[in-house]
Each structure stands twice: as structure tokens, then as C-alpha cells.
């Protein structure tokens, strides 16, 4: 079991999109037969800043994920939506920077949607410290069962189990 299904799915369709933008660089530079730097090719430079600029943002984003869903305080809607947008606006991006060098309607909603983001995210990690929902014990839900060390069987302890620094050392 995840501990943290919604970020591991987030990450996982992400992590997609960075092979698919790393792959541009990859036939970019073979189309350009550049093996190191970007050659002073225009497209190449391109393609290299959209997945730059994806790798610079997506893993702080993702980390900040990752945290507000550790915490627990939110709704699963609230963590797809972040993930989700996140998503778009990166896709947004890769799609705005690939098209022109400019400034285009895609570049600016993914930069704005990404920073929008993350702002949310830093936000409900500090409003965590102060409305946190209360852990499965704490709301006197069961959690899963653990063993303790009074329920472990005593018959294979051995000749010195009534105690004493033999048997402590084997329970620890």
C-alpha cells in the first residue's frame, strides 16, 4: 500500500512528460548533429529550456505535494486538483515555450497556473501547523493491528525466558 497514492500518481504522469520532453531534446540534437550544448541552434535551445524549465519547477511542486498530503488535513479532491493542475500547467508550458521563443497564451497560463500551484501548496502546509485532521487514533478509529511485545508467544523463548539480560536481549 502507497503511503502516498496521490502524489505517487501525480509524480508517475509526470515523470511521463519529462521522458517525452527529454526525448525532443534527444531527436533535436540528433536532427542537429549536436552531441554536446545546443550548437547555436535555435530549435535545439528550444526544446533544451522546456525541459529545463520543467525539471527546475515540477520537483519542489511535487515535494510540496508529497507534504500536504502527508499532513493529512485535506480532501483527496483538493490533492488530485493540485496534482492536476500542475499537470496542465506544465503541459501548457512545454506546449506555449515549443511553439515560439515569445511569449505566448500557453507559456504565460502554464507559468501562472504552476506558481499558482505552489503558492496553494506552501499556503496549506502552513495552515497545517495550525487545522490538522486528527489522526485514525486520535478520531478513535482502528488502524492497522501491531503486534506488541505482551501478545508475543513465550513458549520459544528458551531455558533463561523468566527474565534477566539473556531474554532482553533476544526480544530486542
Request: aromatic share 6%.
Amino acid at each position: 500500500m502507497l503511503l502516498t497514492p496521490v502524489t505517487a500518481l501525480w509524480a508517475a504522469i509526470l515523470g511521463l512528460l519529462s521522458l517525452a520532453l527529454a526525448g525532443q531534446v534527444v531527436r533535436a540534437r540528433a536532427s542537429e548533429k549536436v552531441i554536446f550544448g545546443d550548437g547555436a541552434s535555435v530549435l535545439l535551445q528550444q526544446r533544451i529550456r522546456v525541459h529545463g524549465n520543467f525539471v527546475e519547477y515540477v520537483p519542489l511542486a511535487l515535494l510540496l505535494l508529497f507534504l500536504v498530503e502527508l499532513n493529512g488535513a485535506w480532501p483527496l479532491w483538493v490533492l488530485h486538483g493540485l496534482g492536476g493542475s500542475l499537470a496542465l500547467g506544465r503541459l501548457l508550458h512545454a506546449f506555449g515555450l515549443s511553439t515560439s521563443t515569445g511569449t505566448t497564451p500557453g507559456r504565460f497560463l502554464g507559468t501562472v497556473l504552476t506558481w499558482l500551484v505552489m503558492l496553494v501548496e506552501c499556503v496549506l502546509l502552513l495552515f497545517c501547523r495550525h487545522h490538522r485532521r486528527p489522526r485514525l487514533s486520535e478520531r478513535g478509529e482502528r488502524g492497522p493491528p501491531r503486534a506488541s511485545p505482551a501478545s508475543a508467544p513465550t513458549s520459544d523463548r528458551g531455558p533463561m525466558s523468566r527474565g534477566g539480560r539473556a531474554a532482553s536481549r533476544r526480544r530486542a
